[in-house]
């Protein structure tokens, strides 16, 4: 009940300001299909250009690879212009300007704003400084809502549906903010089942647990891989992430907890499809790659249409 | 114990009562009497059959909106108030937990932006026994044993 009330008071928020996309919650189930139809669209048809004459800003105040080419690469496909920086050091943050600053003058200059930052909270923060929308392309540990409306759309391609999934969540379930937010969005669908699989060290967190036993969703907690994936729908694979760790002696001794081999995926489901939010280390081995089922390469490339998708939606292009 | 009156009766005004005698002092922080100009006195590690030690605030001429005294109610969530007018007790009253708390705490969380930039601090309240608040911006709780005044 508390969460709906926090999720509400967020989408207070949200509606004082342009909508943006700062944390999965922020959108509705109505939200969510939206942006699967759009991005069938733009599968269909990357090139429109519904964003011409618009200048959007790529702020990523820390490095990413696939998340800040997957949206410049939407961006430019949809005819707009790109400014920013890719990371903080050719940006006035060297200088000690606040983020508060640099939100209020981009935010002059730029039609919308993608931001990566390594502050819990700061997409929130930037989306009540900005007079333009805000989408949140990373927050430290917190958020990373349009990593999960791709993981959605992967589920859906796949399995053509986003209700009645069977997923097995894998690693890194306690720092992992990709299952977090994977777990919220889901528990809109129908009769989803989740399976955690992780160490205790690094088990899924009690708020989440809470969360879904105040929604009624059946989850069961395993500590190792078991004939029980036989029954899953997607297992989506985690890194476990050495930058969470404040301790590196504790991530030496879970790294190779986890690895998913080819040989284990023999009694699976036909349509079962492998998840990973990339980049991978070593917790899929290499011999599942050529498997049909390994689907995260492609699930990479959907990225692209779910942001294409993401940012129409927001601007109110489509 | 000794029955005599420890903190000295007002005429107008308002009793904070049973107040954790280690709050005291941010009880005075929250409502901003430190820089209230009207007569205030205080008592602290007084005995009390309940608390084992509390403290009391006297506060003349001042009287308090709810919403205004609910803010301690984290920190004193026993905490009692009585109405004095013409050294009568008016109104008795018991504070509660408001649904969001706006710039009284910290967020525990060191990665959060509200401990980088001046930013107001608000939380959701996911719970009132025990006290959980959820950070509206990096979305962590903050429970009880971790609550920090700003």
Request: glycine share 4%; hydrophobic share 40%.
């Amino acid at each position: 009940m508390m969460l709906a009330f926090f999720m509400l008071l967020t989408e207070k928020i949200n509606r004082m300001h342009p909508k943006n996309l700062i944390s999965i919650t922020d959108f509705s189930k109505d939200d969510y299909l939206k942006i699967m139809e759009l991005a069938a669209e733009f599968e269909k048809e990357p090139n429109q250009d519904l964003l011409k004459g618009k200048v959007v800003a790529s702020l990523f105040f820390e490095p990413s690879t696939r998340t800040r080419l997957s949206f410049e690469t939407a961006i430019t496909r949809l005819g707009g212009r790109i400014i920013g920086f890719t990371d903080s050091s050719s940006s006035s943050v060297t200088k000690g300007e606040t983020l508060h600053d640099t939100i209020r003058m981009v935010s002059n200059y730029a039609d919308m704003i993608v931001m990566r930052h390594p502050l819990e909270g700061s997409a929130r923060y930037a989306s009540q400084i900005s007079g333009v929308p805000v989408i949140n392309a990373g927050d430290g540990a917190n958020q990373h809502p349009t990593q999960t409306l791709l993981d959605m759309y992967s589920i859906t391609k796949t399995q053509g549906r986003l209700d009645n999934i069977n997923i097995f969540l894998v690693g890194d379930l306690k720092y992992g903010r990709t299952v977090h937010s994977l777990l919220q969005a889901l528990s809109v669908f129908d009769n989803p089942i989740f399976n955690f699989v992780a160490p205790p060290e690094l088990a899924m967190p009690i708020e989440y647990k809470r969360f879904l036993d105040s929604k009624g969703i059946r989850y069961f907690e395993h500590t190792e891989f078991n004939d029980i994936i036989s029954e899953a729908d997607i297992i989506y694979m985690t890194r476990v992430q050495k930058e969470r760790f404040n301790d590196p002696i504790e991530y030496e001794k879970v790294k190779n907890i986890y690895i998913l081999k080819n040989s284990m995926l023999e009694n699976t489901k036909p349509t079962m499809k492998i998840l990973h939010p990339l980049p991978r280390i070593n917790e899929i081995h290499t011999d599942v790659d050529s498997n049909p089922k390994a689907y995260y390469f492609t699930q990479a490339l959907n990225g692209l249409y779910t942001r294409e998708a993401i940012i129409s939606h927001i601007m109110g292009l489509k | 114990m000794d029955k005599a009156l420890q903190v000295s009766a007002i005429k107008d005004g308002t009793v904070i009562d049973h107040i954790p005698a280690e709050r005291l002092f941010d009880v005075i922080t929250i409502l901003e009497l430190d820089s209230c100009k009207e007569m205030i006195t205080f008592g602290t590690n007084l005995d009390s059959k309940r608390m084992g030690q509390k403290a009391i605030i006297k506060v003349a001429n001042r009287f308090f909106q709810g919403q205004e005294i609910n803010k301690i109610a984290l920190i004193a969530p026993h905490a009692k108030l009585n109405t004095i007018k013409n050294y009568h007790v008016v109104e008795k009253r018991v504070v509660e937990i408001p649904e969001e708390i706006t710039n009284i705490v910290k967020c525990f969380n060191p990665k959060c932006i509200t401990n980088h930039e001046a930013i107001t601090t608000r939380f959701g309240v996911e719970s009132k026994k025990p006290i959980e608040l959820r950070c509206m911006y990096c979305e962590k709780i903050t429970s009880e044993k971790q609550i920090v005044i700003k």
